[in-house]
């Protein structure tokens, strides 16, 4: 099955500067790569998405980059706020398959410091 | 809209004792889904259901069962907890078909502590 892998684990930055992070998956196959933020004591809430026939996507002050070569793709926080603070997960599915299951990275614990 | 819905938010339960974790969606979605969230470790998938009366096993499922037996309602049960059940569950559901909308929507979570 898909392996996803994500670093950090945690990330520290100060107000207004940028938060990057990184993930690689394993299959081939996997065209999906949604990314996902968790506040404290809810659920993983969908920020942004990209599907494996474009590079790049942009809402607002984030961004996601696909390297479908290299197999890793990236989530990109510009002047962060400190209500970016959360858990953010990356995921990977194939669209072509009945499930649709999500593979999840371990998540990254983002503090955004004011 | 509620969007998916677990009762209840907290719990907890002794060695062997048994418990049914309740989801409901009110989006007609076909998929649902029951992960668990340890800390650390990312989303875990233990039983899944593409419509009412179909239900898998996801990759973590021994010590759980599921039942499908209508749209909304996908509840998990625990038979005999064990320390090792000590987790967040989290339910989520989405509308799919194959190579369709793939966005899940996640319920709050149930934490769930075993002693």
Request: aromatic content about 12%; some cysteine; proline content about 5%.
């Amino acid at each position: 099955g898909e392996n996803v892998e994500q670093h950090p684990s945690t990330l520290s930055v100060q107000e207004g500067d940028s938060a990057v992070i990184k993930c690689t998956y394993s299959d081939s196959a996997s065209n999906y790569f949604p990314w996902y933020k968790q506040e404290l004591g809810k659920g993983p809430q969908l920020i942004i998405d990209i599907r494996s026939n474009v590079g790049e996507k942009k809402d607002q002050r984030i961004a996601v980059t696909l390297n479908k070569t290299a197999k890793h793709f990236s989530l990109h926080i510009t002047e962060t706020q400190p209500e970016d603070s959360a858990v953010y997960f990356c995921a990977a599915t194939d669209r072509g398959s009945t499930l649709g299951r999500l593979y999840f990275g371990r998540g990254t614990q983002l503090t955004v410091w004011p | 809209n509620a969007g998916v819905t677990q009762t209840p938010k907290f719990r907890i339960l002794k060695i062997g004792q048994s418990m049914t974790l309740q989801c409901a969606q009110d989006m007609n979605h076909n998929y649902m889904y029951w992960y668990r969230q340890d800390p650390g470790m990312g989303l875990k998938l233990i039983y899944y259901s593409v419509g009412a009366g179909i239900t898998d096993k996801g990759e973590v499922p021994n010590g759980y069962n599921v039942s499908r037996s209508t749209t909304e309602y996908f509840p998990l049960r625990l038979e005999l907890a064990a320390p090792s059940q000590t987790s967040v569950y989290f339910c989520a559901s989405r509308w799919g078909s194959r190579g369709g909308q793939e966005t899940q929507y996640f319920g709050p979570g149930t934490r769930l502590l075993v002693l």
